[in-house]
């Protein structure tokens, strides 16, 4: 069994050490460092080369995007979990537009916290179908342009894909679902990054939320 080494990134004690005692109850996870905030967690991240870093948004000092903005400027390709509440919706868009492998609610469950995990040390990037809702609302709500303003963009294809990967779901599932090989699948998903100037599916989630081409 592979071990995971974790980083938990949270001003809050008591944040930290819940995350702490589920992690542990993982034989596949080991807590490497704590940080209080987003600079302790840039030095401290250069020292003990998580594999996954749990990052808090609103934190004293650095917060967790300009950590993470830190992290992508310094080609760190350390994944990173966002841990957030129920009123962070517009942070969490930028956290998408900069990489951010999933959202956690820090009163999530076990069994969410290992799934968000495991799947970001495989680089691939799980947006639960609520998180996925509360961001496209908050999209909605925010944004002044027409929703249809990418449309033509993307193909009808290209766009029903980005919205099986908005709402979480994987090459092989989509590729099920089409009845179409996963290779081709994947092949879709080099053209929509191509097409939206990015290089990973939670830039172009972010992407797509931005031009409106993706629909609730």
Known sequence: MSLYNIMIVDDHYVVREGLKLILETGEQFQIVGEAENGQEALDLADTVKPDVILMDLNMPVMTGLQAMEELKRRNNP?????????????????????????????????????????????????????IMERVMNAKAQQSAKPAAAGAGLLSEREAYILQCVARGFKSKEIAYDLGIAERTVKAHLTSIYNKLGVDSRSQAVASALERGILNR
């Open 78 to 130: 350390t994944p990173v979990i966002i841990l957030t509440t129920y009123n962070e919706d517009e942070l969490m868009i930028q956290g998408l537009a900069l990489g951010a492998k999933g959202y956690l609610l820090k009163d999530t469950n076990r069994e969410n916290l290992f799934r968000n995990i495991e799947s970001a040390v495989r680089g691939e990037t799980l947006l639960s179908a609520d």
